[in-house]
Nanobody, 114 residues
Framework: QVQLVESGGGLVQAGGSLRLSCAAS????????MGWYRQAPGKQRELVAA???????DYADNAKGRFTISRDSAKNTVNLQMNSLKPEDTGVYYC????????WGQGTQVTVSS
C-alpha cells in the first residue's frame, strides 16, 4: 500500500525559511509526478511546485524565485525548500504523487507570521 508521509512544516517569521519533505513507501513503479500543493483557509487547494520524472519543474508565479522543488528518485522523496516566506504562504501543504494513480499525503501546516 502506497503511503506518503510529509514533514518539515511549522511556524516561522516572515522572511524565514522552511524545508518540507515527503517520503513515499510501498512504491512498486516509477513516480511520474511529484508535487506540493497548498490549501489556505477558505481557499481551494492550489499547485505550489511540481517536478516530473525527467526533472522538469513547474512553479506557481508566487513561488518562483523563492521556492525550489527537488526529488530523490532512489529514495522516493520530494522536497520543497521555501525561502523568503511571506504571510500569504500560510496554509496546509500537501504532497502529491502520480504513479499508476494519484496519491496525497496527510498535509503539513505552514504558518508564516508577519
Amino acid at each position: 500500500q502506497v503511503q506518503l508521509v510529509e514533514s518539515g512544516g511549522g511556524l516561522v517569521q516572515a522572511g524565514g525559511s522552511l524545508r518540507l519533505s515527503c517520503a513515499a513507501s510501498g512504491i512498486g513503479f516509477s513516480i511520474r509526478h511529484m508535487g506540493w500543493y497548498r490549501q489556505a483557509p477558505g481557499k481551494q487547494r492550489e499547485l505550489v511546485a511540481a517536478i516530473n520524472s525527467s526533472g522538469s519543474t513547474d512553479y506557481a508565479d508566487n513561488a518562483k524565485g523563492r521556492f525550489t522543488i527537488s526529488r530523490d528518485s532512489a529514495k522516493n522523496t520530494v522536497n520543497l525548500q521555501m525561502n523568503s516566506l511571506k504571510p500569504e504562504d500560510t496554509g496546509v501543504y500537501y504532497c502529491r504523487m502520480i504513479i499508476l494513480r494519484e496519491y496525497w499525503g496527510q498535509g503539513t501546516q505552514v504558518t508564516v507570521s508577519s
